[in-house]
């Protein structure tokens, strides 16, 4: 599975420059047309799982919107398989442009209601998938499994000039990655996206656990470093408003990079406050991780041209 490796790019800015601060950009939304970002990493070692364990199937879940979603049936078309994408809610014609593009990739659609989408992790449900669909390999939403924390362990495993991490959170399955690879001296600060995100924490907290615990590679000897900022959701999961759209727009006009309304435009919001508050030590070097999502921008513009 051969994909460019991600390009980071400097951002020159007069506000990181005031704070003596310098800023990277690692653009996990270079690698691959479609399948990039950080669902790529967390798909990577499930589909290995997938292959090596003969199956030619996959079945994720995701909400109709999903960058996973999206991710998955790309990458699972590129790679052979079969897929099936439990979605989030009923079917609604004609199809989002995520959604259309899952199926031109060949992903099965198949529709549950909310309530019952809130079982998807439990054994009851997935049996009843499996005697449905035969014999599926089950990928979580998300890609967030312990494959995917292994997954994510790979993205910044290459680059060592920085100290500071700073990444959108939904899960956090991503940051759990990162913090496990991460030496003595660099940390991981998490931008969930989700209101009232602290929650999040404990979450995290059990996932490191799991996976040191668990028989995968460990890829650092110390202990991950990391900590959530919760005050740059914007009102919560795919809430946008005025100011963020402005420094969206503005930001990619600057420095020639798009970023998605959903997560990595909040990250940026929020670093960009952050130095402006003084937030970071002088010398400090920031490697901000562009986790994608572009693809999503479709349907959020549309809502916005609605409004
Ligand atoms: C899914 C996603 C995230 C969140 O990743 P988690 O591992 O769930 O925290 C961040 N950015 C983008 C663009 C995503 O699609």
Same mark, same amino acid.
């Given at each position: 599975m051969t994909f460019l490796s991600p390009p980071i790019q400097r951002i020159n800015s007069v506000i990181a420059y005031r704070a003596g601060v310098e800023l990277s950009v690692l653009r996990l939304d270079c690698m691959h047309l479609w399948v990039n970002g950080n669902k790529w990493f967390k798909l990577k070692y499930n589909l290995l799982e997938a292959e090596e364990k003969n199956y030619t199937t996959l079945l994720t879940f995701g909400g109709a919107y999903s960058n996973h979603i999206y991710a998955t049936a790309a990458a699972a078309n590129l790679f052979g398989f079969r897929t099936i994408g439990v979605i989030r809610g009923d079917e609604k014609l004609p199809l989002n442009s995520t959604l259309s593009f899952a199926v031109q990739q060949g992903m099965q659609l198949v529709y549950i209601d909310r309530k019952t989408y809130r079982e998807r992790n439990t054994t009851d449900l997935q049996q009843d998938l499996q005697q449905r669909f035969g014999e599926v390999f089950i990928i979580p939403e998300g890609g967030s499994n312990l494959n995917g924390v292994l997954g994510c362990?790979?993205? /910044?495993?290459?680059? &060592?000039?920085? @100290?500071? /991490?700073? +990444?959108?959170?939904? &899960?956090?399955?991503?940051?759990?990655?990162?913090?496990?690879? $991460? @030496?003595? !001296?660099?940390?991981? $600060?998490?931008?969930?996206?989700?209101?009232?995100? @602290?929650?999040?924490?404990?979450?995290?907290?059990?996932?490191? &656990? !799991?996976?040191? &615990?668990?028989? +995968?590679?460990?890829?650092?000897?110390?202990?991950?470093?990391?900590?959530?900022?919760?005050?740059?959701?914007?009102?919560?999961?795919?809430?946008?408003n005025e100011k963020l759209i402005t420094f969206s727009r503005q930001f990619t006009q600057e420095h020639c990079i798009p970023l998605d309304y959903v997560y990595t435009a909040k990250m940026f919001y929020g670093v960009m406050d952050l130095l402006q508050q003084g937030f970071f030590p002088r010398g400090d070097r920031l490697l901000l991780i562009h986790t994608g999502g572009l693809q999503g921008n479709l349907g959020i513009e549309q809502r916005l041209q609605k409004l």
């Open positions: 362990t790979d993205i /910044v495993k290459e680059f &060592t000039a920085f @100290d500071t /991490v700073c +990444l959108a959170c939904g &899960t956090g399955t991503t940051l759990a990655g990162i913090a496990l690879s $991460l @030496d003595k !001296n660099q940390q991981v $600060l998490g931008f969930p996206v989700l209101k009232n995100g @602290d929650f999040l924490a404990q979450e995290i907290e059990q996932m490191v &656990t !799991n996976y040191l &615990t668990s028989s +995968l590679p460990i890829p650092s000897n110390s202990a991950p470093s990391w900590k959530l900022l919760c005050n740059y959701h914007f009102g919560g999961y795919a809430k946008v």
